[in-house]
């Protein structure tokens, strides 16, 4: 993958069996440590929700989290994650 995943993107990883699509992402979680240059910049934080064999969206899908930057043990690199053709986008309906 040669950019950032964004929210709506479908995805698959290496060894990991499915399809996900991408619900939130967010830049954070970066800090300083004990010494005068022990600076740990923010990552990008990346949650994605499991789909169901057919492609179509499951709320109770298998969550997936993990960083594409930063200082962070749940790191996945972009070389690892394929982006698919397909792309989903939510739509919210307001109920009385």
Do not use: A
């Not at 967010?26 to 169901?52: N, S």
């Amino acid at each position: 993958m040669k950019r950032e995943p964004k929210v709506g993107d479908v995805l698959t990883f290496e060894g990991v069996e499915g399809r996900f699509v991408v619900e939130d992402t967010w830049y954070g979680g970066g800090g300083t440590g004990h010494g005068p240059h022990d600076v740990y910049p923010d990552g990008l934080h990346v949650y994605c929700r499991k789909l169901t064999p057919s492609g179509n969206f499951d709320p109770d899908g298998d969550k997936l989290e993990f960083t594409t930057s930063g200082c962070f043990n749940n790191r996945i690199g972009l070389s690892q994650i394929t982006l698919c053709k397909r792309r989903m986008v939510r739509t919210f309906v307001w109920e009385n």
